[in-house]
């Protein structure tokens, strides 16, 4: 055994195609450990992540879909109260107090914070300490070597270790940005007025949409189209991937041409699927959102008042 062969090079030879592969705008998740790691764990075998924070990626994961599952029971309620019931009543006065009902389950000091509060700051942070464990992860399995490489052929800093955001995570901060001004118009603006939201329900929407000038109403209808689009995109292509129906993401479209015919049709049918799946229930949420409360027009006398005082508050 010569000398040579005993000493230590960090090698690049793995990381050939990671430097060639770019990301695919469709399905993009180039994250080629976790890509493995998941392969893997799907075929039954254990793998082990690093840590970067004190948890492995395997219960930073946990964590993310334990408090998807949790939210998601709002989220179905929410739908159901918002779109599904005043879609078959056609009014939204009769359908009114079935929010009210359904409020007493996830409104409460006690249930907010656990089905709504906690599990989307659960989501968030273990989202963002993720994308921290799996740039880790490409620290230690690619090594400075890599790193070399890649600003002697792109011109990149170490930036190159972070995981490329996945069609899902962007959607979902994007989820997060109009969920946040939903809420705070529907819960804290309220709070703030009358110091309670006990008067707001679907009317206090409609009177929203039908109260705010022109310039506003432009800005309105596409900000809930947003919201209803992210979160139904969101939130079913998170389910699917949870329960292994949504395709593999893919480093690029070369990788996705060098699959075999019949699993590249296999792929493109669960792609469909899943999407369609999306854009039906957003297509469902916003029949009933936009379709029938938001068309419901201004409410009147001393309610509409209160309103009045509670978007005056908002816009000022």
């Known amino acids: 055994m010569d000398a040579y062969s005993l000493r230590r090079q960090d090698s690049t030879e793995t990381l050939a195609s990671l430097i060639q592969l770019d990301p695919s705008p469709i399905d993009s998740e180039p994250d080629l450990p976790g890509m493995v790691d998941e392969a893997l764990a799907r075929k039954g075998y254990r793998t ?4 970067s924070l004190g948890l492995s990626g395997s219960g930073v994961t946990r964590i993310q879909r334990y408090s998807s599952y949790t939210f998601s029971v709002f989220a179905g309620l929410h739908l159901a109260n918002t779109s599904i019931i005043p879609l078959i009543y ?3 006065p009769y359908s009114e107090p079935f929010l009210v009902m359904a409020r007493e389950i996830y409104q409460t000091p006690l249930a907010e914070p656990l089905l709504i509060g906690l599990p989307v700051l659960a989501h968030v942070a273990s989202g963002i300490a993720l994308r921290l464990v799996r740039r880790k992860q490409n620290l230690r399995r690619y090594g400075n070597a890599a790193a070399h490489q890649l600003v002697e052929t792109r011109g990149q800093s170490r930036s190159w270790a972070w995981p490329p955001l996945s069609n899902i995570s962007a959607s979902g901060y994007l989820f997060l940005g109009l969920l946040t001004a939903h809420v705070a118009i529907n819960r ?9 939201s006990s008067n707001v329900g679907l009317q206090y929407v409609a009177h929203g949409f039908a109260r705010v000038a022109p310039y506003l109403q432009v ?7 947003a ?11 998170g389910w699917a991937k949870w329960f292994g129906v949504a395709p593999m993401p893919l480093a690029s479209w070369q990788e996705e041409h060098a699959l075999a015919p019949h699993v590249r049709r296999r792929r493109r049918r669960a792609w469909w699927a899943v999407q369609g799946s999306a ?9 009933g959102g936009l379709g029938v409360v938001a068309k419901a027009g201004r409410a009147g006398g001393w309610l509409g008042s209160v309103y009045d005082g509670m978007y005056g508050f908002a816009w000022q």
């Open 219 to 225: 800005q309105a209808w596409p900000s809930y189209a």
């Open 279 to 287: 854009v039906a229930v957003a297509a469902l949420w916003a029949a």
């Open 48 to 51: 082990s992540t690093y840590s």
């Open 188 to 196: 804290a603006v309220p709070l703030l007025v009358e110091g309670d």
């Open 227 to 237: 919201l209803v689009y992210f979160a139904a995109g969101h939130m079913v292509w």
């Open 90 to 92: 056609r009014s939204v």
